[in-house]
């Protein structure tokens, strides 16, 4: 079982900066994919970025070049930078990890989600 701790959300201003924080913690052998998403009321969840065990990033096209995506494997947490924020950025963000447990079964969690607004 692995549990999910997010941080970092809030309320700025519109080209202002936020960090997001996600620190897994629990039982497993490791954690592989980290990923972000985020969902708009009456929207469709939509991966925003992800990071492999061997730091490989993907960005979403709306989000390239604003936001980075990192993790510290050492301490299981993937955090999501996020610069220059638009209005339409606003969302709740998940974080989503896939992990190998020790019985090496792979696993998806997800957290309960932090709430990002942007003001124009």
């Known amino acids: 079982q692995v549990q999910l701790e997010e941080s970092g959300g809030g309320l700025v201003q519109a080209g202002g900066s936020l960090r997001l924080s996600c620190a897994a913690s629990?039982?497993?052998?490791?954690?592989?994919?980290m990923r972000w998403h985020r969902q708009v009321p009456g929207k469709q969840r939509e991966l925003v970025a992800s990071?492999?065990?061997?730091?490989?990033?993907n960005y979403a096209d709306s989000v390239k070049g604003r936001f980075t995506i990192s993790r510290d494997t050492a301490k299981n947490t993937v955090y999501l930078r996020m610069n220059n924020l638009k209005p339409e950025d606003t969302a709740v963000y998940y974080c989503?990890?896939?992990?190998?447990?020790?019985?090496?079964?792979?696993?998806?969690?997800w957290g309960q989600g932090t709430q990002v607004t942007v003001s124009s």
């Open positions: 989503n990890v896939r992990s190998l447990s020790w019985g090496s079964r792979s696993e998806e969690y």
């Open positions: 629990g039982s497993f052998f490791r954690i592989d994919d």
């Open positions: 990071i492999t065990r061997y730091s490989m990033t």
